[in-house]
């Protein structure tokens, strides 16, 4: 009885990239032959579809083997087993951690959790990024959360240091992250329009100006929560809309900064107080975690929305929050300056992104 075996005898591992993206977007081995030979791969050799398959076969074993060394980067660069120079170890990496946006902007904010898990079958139909794919990019969101939650130091620096990715992807997981640990909402259908860049660019404003590790990157969590003390004291803002004298002069000397240069003026006028009430409102209650969650929501529905509706450029819009947040700074009762534009350095970038006029 004869038994035929294919062996590949080599020193350095071989692994196509365009094999190895198939195996990473879920395609099985015939699927991922057709897709290689629809392109032509191998045009002008002899080589048979039955050595195709015996290569795609031969190279999803080897991708399924170095999957274990993927989930522990530091596993991958200090074995022996395969012989991978550095380069393609990073390339290995760096695409095994890479995620569809379609899939991300699904499941951004909800709980890493089995019970989001269990839903990945109806987010593969929704995205048409194949299960298997979801799978994995969901592990990763779930393995990285859980190395990096509980570590002191900055967060994006953490991720790149245990999961030797790139700083993009290193930022983007961190947006991904945060995220999750405050379980911000996101897919309300008033937030649709935002892409996974939109919510990644505020995340990182987040971080950068409203954690505790914004005043001291050693702290335990430092990235991950919203500073407590910082958010209590937002409540000290309200006087800015409570105190009817100071609410006049900020909107006296913001109206005075912004006529004649906006053709939105009229607008910015009659709407100043009921918007300065939403922006501050959602400053004072963001001691809540449900009003932590609903930052987003709020933001659209108290202030951007109105703008809409008012034709706002984003010109207009740059023009209002710079001079409305500066205005405040002139104001003589008024002695929460540092907390302001610590405020307001946020709003007016997260607003600025995600205003699309």
């Known amino acids: 009885m004869s038994v035929e075996l294919d062996v590949f005898v ?20 015939n699927d991922a032959v057709k897709v290689r030979m629809e392109g032509g791969v191998w ?23 170095c999957e274990r060394l993927l989930h522990s980067p530091v596993k991958l660069a200090n074995q022996l087993l395969f012989q991978i120079p550095p380069h393609r170890q990073a390339m ?18 909800k709980k ?12 593969s139909a929704k995205t048409g990024v194949t299960l298997k794919s979801c799978r994995r990019q969901f592990d990763n969101f779930k393995r990285v959360f ?35 640990n405050n379980r911000f909402e996101t897919g309300k259908k008033k937030l649709h329009y935002l892409t996974f860049q939109d919510f990644a660019f505020c995340a990182g404003q987040l971080i950068s100006n ?26 000290e803002l309200k006087i800015l809309i409570t105190d009817r004298d100071l609410l006049d002069q900020h909107k006296s000397l913001v109206c005075t ?21 939403g ?55 008024f002695k929460h300056q540092v907390v302001w534009d610590r405020y307001m350095g946020v709003i007016k970038s997260c607003i600025l992104k995600m205003y699309h006029d």
Not at 13 to 23: G, K, N, R, S
Not at 267 to 276: H, T, Y
């Open 112 to 123: 890493l959790s089995k019970g989001t898990k269990k839903d990945l079958d109806d987010v």
């Open 43 to 65: 045009e002008g050799c002899e080589a048979s579809a039955e050595v195709l398959h015996s290569d795609t076969m031969d190279q999803y074993r080897t991708f399924q083997m």
């Open 257 to 277: 900064a912004l006529r004649g240069k906006t053709k939105a003026f009229n607008e910015m006028e009659a709407n100043f107080k009921n918007l300065s009430r």
């Open 210 to 235: 409203w954690t505790v590790g914004a005043l001291d990157n050693m702290v335990e969590d430092m990235d991950v929560d919203l500073e407590k003390e910082f958010l209590q004291d937002l409540k």
């Open 279 to 333: 922006l501050v409102n959602i400053a004072a209650k963001l001691t809540n975690t449900k009003e932590v969650r609903d930052f987003f929501i709020d933001l659209v529905e108290k202030f951007i929305e109105p703008c809409w509706s008012d034709k706002w450029t984003a010109g207009d819009m740059r023009l209002y929050l710079t001079h409305y947040t500066n205005s405040a700074h002139v104001l003589d009762t």
């Open 146 to 180: 859980k190395v990096v939650e509980e570590l002191k130091g900055p967060l994006v620096e953490n991720i790149r240091q245990h999961f030797f990715l790139s700083d993009k992807l290193a930022r983007d997981y961190a947006a991904i992250v945060f995220f999750a």
């Open 92 to 109: 290995l990496i760096e695409r095994y951690y890479a995620f569809d946006s379609v899939f991300v902007r699904e499941v951004l904010g």
């Open 10 to 29: 080599v020193n350095t591992t071989i692994m196509d990239e365009e094999v190895y993206q198939l195996w990473l977007d879920g395609y099985t081995v």
